[in-house]
């Protein structure tokens, strides 16, 4: 029974995390109360977070959570939210890893949008909630890029931090070869083909646009069983 609620409860925190990291707009205020109710069932250290996340959120104007939203995902490549691009960069080799996650969606009978990238933490997040045993594999083994993206929201100080520390509250705790490819990945940035991208240099030296746009509410297709 206790692995039973703790894979419940895993799902439900990767839901809800999934829905916190859409754009900002009416339809995401409108559904906070809803959500808020979500977290109260949830264990505290995946609750805690949320929760304070959530009384920003509530509590900011959603021109203002949008603004902040493109600032911190749309233009520092730190806080990107595709996995592989921590490990891959913009190499060939994220074409192959991106294949992987679809593998992983078709094995588990869910299936996207054509146009969907299926390594959006967002959407990992979502089609986990559905399939906990496949999600959850695939977020152990983005591990170290998920644990940046914490590392980099805590940085800079964003609200975005709570939602990243719930999802890393239900897996387990970075191995030390895990932590080796953080520290690695911090130092050196994601692999590039590109002569001269330093994407993790100092802000003045990095570009201001991520190579993806922005995952809007229009573009997100609800994972869904075949």
Known sequence: MRRTRSTTSAAATWQIASALLAYPDDAFTAQLPALAAEVDVLP???????????????????????????????????CCLYLTYYAHGDTRKRGVALLEFKTAYRAAGLELGAD???DHLAVVLECAGIDPRGGRQLLVDHR????????????????????LRAVTSTLPPLSGDEREAVHRLAVQGPPTEEVGLAPFAPPEAMPVSLPF??????????????
């Open 44 to 78: 505290d250290p995946a609750a805690a977070p949320l929760r304070r996340f959530l009384t920003y959120a509530g509590a900011t104007p959603t021109l203002d959570l949008a603004r902040h939203f493109v600032e911190t995902f749309d233009h520092k490549r730190r």
């Open 116 to 118: 969907e990238l299926p």
């Open 144 to 163: 170290a890029g998920v644990e940046l993206l914490r590392l980099a929201l805590e940085d800079a100080g964003s609200p975005y931090v709570d939602v």
């Open 213 to 226: 746009p922005t995952r809007r509410p229009a573009d997100r297709t609800e994972a869904r069983r075949r």
